[in-house]
Every structure is written in C-alpha cells, then in structure tokens.
C-alpha cells in the first residue's frame, strides 16, 4: 500500500512528462515542417527519384508548376531545393549567394579530379576562393582569352576549309564542331593536340562516368553497391589512365623549358605552362600541388568542351530550322565582312544580330540546364522558408528561360528578343542563367562565347547549310539526348554549299 500511493504519483509524473515531450515533439515537428517549402510526397529510400524521369528538368519543370517555384524534394536522404523562377534563383544567388555558395560532396567527382581538388567540385573556402581567383586573372582573363586568337582562327579555317571539301554531299557538322572544340581547348591547354594518345576517348570515358548516378552519393547507407556493381573500381581506372597522360604532358612541358627557356614569349604560354609557373614563382602566396594543376586542367576540358560543343551544335540545328533567321545572319555577316576571305574576331563586336543568335540559342538549349548543383553552408532563411545546412539546391536554368511569366512566346527561337534589350547571360538577369551567377558563376563565359561567336559567322558567312536527302529544313529532328550537357540525339549532317 505505502509502495502503492509512492508509485502512483510518480506514474502519474512519468505519463505527464511523457504527454509533454511527445506533444512537444509533434508541435515542434509541425512548425518545422510548416516552414519547410512544399514537397511532393516521397518513396521510402528513394524520396523523389522516381518523379525525375529520363529528362529531370522537364519532369521538375512540371512538378513545380503543381508544388510551386520553391519546391523541396529528397533526393534519396538529401533533402534538394529546386529553384524554378527568376524570384527564387534570385534569392538564391544574390541575396542568400554566400550561404548557398558550397558544393555537395560526390562520391564519383571526388575520385575523378583528385579529392575535388578542382574549383567546380571543390567545397567553398580559401582553397577554392584562391583557385578560382588564379584561374579568373590568369587563365581566363579577357587579355589571356584575346592572346588565343590564332589558335581559334586556324581551327576556324580548317572547319571551313572541310566543309568546302565534299560540296553537295552530306557532311557530319556534330563531328566537325566536336574537332573544333577539342583542338581549341587541346592547343590552349597543352600547347598541341594529343589525337595520336587518344586523349579525345580518354575524354569521353572521364564525362560519362562523371553522369553516372552514384547510389552513394544519395543512400550513403547503401554506398556498398557502388563497389559491388564495380563502378568505383572503374572510375578509379578511367581516373588513373587521365592521370598518367597529365604527367606526360607535364613532363613533355618541362623538357620543352629548358630546351626553349628563353623562346617563351607570354602569347604562346599554354595554360600547363602558366599553372607550372605559378607553381615554381609560387608568387600568388597559394602553394600549388601537381594534383590542384591537374584538376585544374581537367575541369577546363569538363567544363568547356561539351558545354561549347553543344552550344555550337544548337545555334546551328536552329539557324538551319528557321531560313528567316539564318537569311538576316548572313547578311550581318557579309555586310560587316565587307569581302574578306575570313571573318575577323575583332568584327565580331559589330554584329549585334550574331550576338543575339548565340543567346537565343543559349537559352532555349542551356548546355547545363540544372547548372551545377550548390549546398547550404548554414542555416538559411529563404522567402520564408527554414532552410538547414546541407541542403542541396538546384536551379532549373532550363524552366526559367521559358517561363511565360518572363518571355514571350518562350518556346520560339526569336533571335529579335535580345537585339533591343539588356538582358545578357552576365549573372544578373536571372530569367537567363546559362553560366549560372554569383560566387560560383562560370569563369570561362568569355573564352566559351568567343569561341562560339568566331566559328558561327565564318560558318553563316562562307556557307549555305541545308539538309541530306532533299529534308526540309522545319523538319530537322531536334531530339535531345540523355546527359549531363544537353546534346542531340542524332548527328547534325548537313550540305554545304559555298556563298562568297
Ligand atoms: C558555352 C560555354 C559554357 C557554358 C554554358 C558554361 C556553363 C557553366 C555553368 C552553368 C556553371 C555552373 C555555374 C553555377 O553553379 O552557378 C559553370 C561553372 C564552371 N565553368 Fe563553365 N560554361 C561554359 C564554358 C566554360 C569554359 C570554356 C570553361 C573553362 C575554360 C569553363 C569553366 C568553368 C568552371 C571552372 C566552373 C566552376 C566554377 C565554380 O564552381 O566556381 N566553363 N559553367
């Protein structure tokens, strides 16, 4: 009985303090969860994978016009923002810039540039701030990008020169672009072309297994499956085979300095030269390892190759669709040219309808159109939203260049929006985000526009391009493949035929 009428009010302590933390949890929960943005219901382990589809702007694209332009969504365990309005990118990479300005942690990035020893993978912090200040004023500056301009200029003419090989037969236009692309950044980069070594397959290799989904990366509970279905051990072997062929070319560059020490004029310096003087001068006060100098050469041929490739790809596939549009071209092109044999870069700033092309093109096919996912470095409060730390965010670039709320008729390719209008692709019009914007924007935009600019009018200007096989030129298939950048489906195959 005395042990009785001591337990019953302890009970009845016990219960209460139970009611209590169980309705402070709830209420607690339901605030968090009242604050959190709206969320489409989810899977258990996967989350919204399953909502993504083959084309996941397309599938986020229409989730959002249900669940809003701030959605949240779990992407297996990580909780992922998508961004879906020019409000909300805004907000994102200006407002709230320095918060959202880290990257997620990959599993496979990791393993391919050296523990994300590169800038687009790396975290944010010094390590990356100083990176990305070298790369800006001494790779990709505009006097650096300008000092280039022979190397665009004789793979120009040899585009040229092959299209005007086979006059009136069917030429693979993708494959030419695709040679452009590397030569540029091959010649740049290393000083010369590496064909012989089959660094352009070495290539592919690398950027299709940097879009392989990573189970780990998402489930990191289940990142066992990643080793039993063997794709770790393969990015290790793709990632080796890269590094031994960077050592060469750092070798074959050190030879080539004492052999021409005082032959090596600032414009011939390709980017491993200049890197490797950093490195030696060590005068930027950052201590830069042979690892950093790889990474950093493996993201410009990432980061630059297939964005401009595509880039060059589409501008064409649309001019090719709309003769309107590819007719006030060439006549820019030739009026400005005024006869020479080749467009020079420094005519390029006189063509405002070419300049208009380029971005027309980049904004209906962004080459990234979820940009390169970002992560909360803290707490964030985000239009009203609790936003944790470690929250993925993704902006659908591609959704807001065609948001009716910002452009008419969205889905036309209408080079005439741009020619009376201030919007450009700088990062401060965040309707048109195809180098993304803030801290983490893209520092090559100016060496990528030129290198599309210089080829596009020298293409229009030489050439009349038309379709194989007697296709009208409305139905050109302008199917999208699968990937990280957005590239066709199918090769653009096209007849040349010569204009001047
Ligand atoms: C048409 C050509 C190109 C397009 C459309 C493009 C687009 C982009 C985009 C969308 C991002 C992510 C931005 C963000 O997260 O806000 C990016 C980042 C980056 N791009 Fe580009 N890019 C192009 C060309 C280049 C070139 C030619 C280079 C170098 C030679 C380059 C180097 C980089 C680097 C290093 C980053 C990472 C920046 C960082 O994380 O701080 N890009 N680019």
């Keep these: 009985?005395?042990?009785?009428?001591?337990?019953?009010?302890?009970?009845?302590?016990?219960?209460?303090?139970?009611?209590?933390?169980?309705?402070?949890?709830?209420?607690?929960?339901?605030?968090?969860?009242?604050?959190?943005?709206?969320?489409?219901?989810?899977?258990?382990?996967?989350?919204?994978?399953?909502?993504?589809?083959?084309?996941?702007?397309?599938?986020?694209?229409?989730?959002?016009?249900?669940?809003?332009?701030?959605?949240?969504?779990?992407?297996?365990?990580?909780?992922?923002?998508?961004?879906?309005?020019?409000?909300?990118?805004?907000?994102?990479?200006?407002?709230?810039?320095?918060?959202?300005?880290?990257?997620?942690?990959?599993?496979?990035?990791?393993?391919?540039?050296?523990?994300?020893?590169?800038?687009?993978?790396?975290?944010?912090?010094?390590?990356?701030?100083?990176?990305?200040?070298?790369?800006?004023?001494?790779?990709?500056?505009?006097?650096?990008?300008?000092?280039?301009?022979?190397?665009?200029?004789?793979?120009?003419?040899?585009?040229?020169?092959?299209?005007?090989?086979?006059?009136?037969?069917?030429?693979?236009?993708?494959?030419?672009?695709?040679?452009?692309?590397?030569?540029?950044?091959?010649?740049?980069?290393?000083?010369?072309?590496?064909?012989?070594?089959?660094?352009?397959?070495?290539?592919?290799?690398?950027?299709?297994?940097?879009?392989?989904?990573?189970?780990?990366?998402?489930?990191?509970?289940?990142?066992?499956?990643?080793?039993?279905?063997?794709?770790?051990?393969?990015?290790?072997?793709?990632?080796?085979?890269?590094?031994?062929?960077?050592?060469?070319?750092?070798?074959?560059?050190l030879h080539k300095k004492t052999g021409e020490a005082d032959d090596q004029g600032e414009e011939t310096q390709d980017f491993v030269d200049i890197l490797a003087d950093i490195q030696r001068e060590n005068a930027t006060g950052f201590s830069l390892s042979d690892d950093t100098l790889k990474a950093v050469i493996m993201d410009v041929f990432v980061a630059g190759s297939d964005t401009v490739f595509s880039s060059l790809e589409w501008a064409i596939s649309e001019l090719i669709k709309h003769p309107r549009v590819m007719k006030k071209l060439q006549e820019e092109v030739t009026k400005v040219a005024q006869g020479k044999p080749m467009i020079p870069e420094e005519d390029l700033d006189e063509m405002k309808y070419l300049k208009s092309v380029v971005k027309e093109a980049l904004r209906l096919h962004a080459p990234l159109p979820l940009l390169l996912a970002r992560e909360a470095r803290q707490a964030v409060n985000l239009m009203g939203y609790d936003v944790p730390p470690k929250t993925q965010v993704v902006i659908n670039a591609w959704a807001i260049a065609r948001d009716p709320a910002s452009w008419e008729e969205p889905e036309d390719f209408k080079p005439e929006r741009f020619l009376n209008s201030t919007v450009d692709y700088k990062g401060i019009h965040y309707e048109f985000l195809p180098f993304g914007a803030g801290r983490r924007g893209c520092p090559g935009l100016y060496f990528g526009i030129t290198l599309i600019e210089v080829i596009l009018a020298n293409i229009v200007y030489k050439y009349d391009l038309t379709l194989p096989n007697g296709v009208k030129s409305e139905d050109l298939d302008m199917t999208e493949a699968d990937g990280i950048t957005v590239q066709r489906k199918f090769p653009l195959l096209v007849v040349s035929s010569p204009r001047v």
Excluded at 2 to 30: A, E, N
Excluded at 103 to 109: D, G, H
Excluded at 143 to 157: C, D, G, L, N, W
């Design 1 to 253: 009985m005395v042990i009785c009428s001591q337990t019953f009010p302890l009970s009845l302590f016990l219960i209460g303090t139970l009611i209590i933390f169980v309705s402070f949890k709830w209420f607690s929960q339901s605030k968090t969860k009242k604050n959190t943005p709206p969320s489409p219901p989810t899977l258990p382990i996967i989350g919204n994978f399953h909502q993504l589809g083959s084309s996941p702007r397309r599938a986020l694209r229409d989730l959002s016009q249900k669940y809003g332009p701030l959605m949240l969504l779990h992407l297996g365990s990580v909780p992922t923002l998508i961004a879906s309005s020019a409000e909300v990118a805004q907000e994102i990479m200006k407002t709230h810039d320095l918060a959202f300005s880290d990257r997620p942690s990959l599993s496979i990035p990791d393993i391919l540039f050296y523990k994300s020893k590169d800038i687009a993978f790396s975290r944010y912090g010094e390590y990356w701030r100083q990176l990305k200040s070298i790369v800006v004023l001494h790779l990709l500056s505009n006097s650096r990008v300008k000092s280039y301009s022979k190397v665009r200029k004789e793979e120009t003419s040899r585009v040229i020169d092959a299209l005007g090989d086979s006059p009136g037969s069917s030429v693979d236009m993708s494959a030419l672009l695709g040679i452009y692309t590397s030569n540029v950044l091959c010649r740049v980069a290393f000083g010369r072309t590496y064909e012989g070594l089959g660094f352009t397959n070495k290539l592919k290799k690398f950027v299709n297994m940097l879009g392989t989904f990573c189970v780990g990366s998402f489930i990191p509970w289940l990142s066992w499956i990643d080793r039993l279905t063997g794709l770790k051990g393969k990015a290790y072997e793709i990632f080796n085979e890269l590094d031994r062929f960077l050592e060469g070319v750092i070798k074959e560059h």
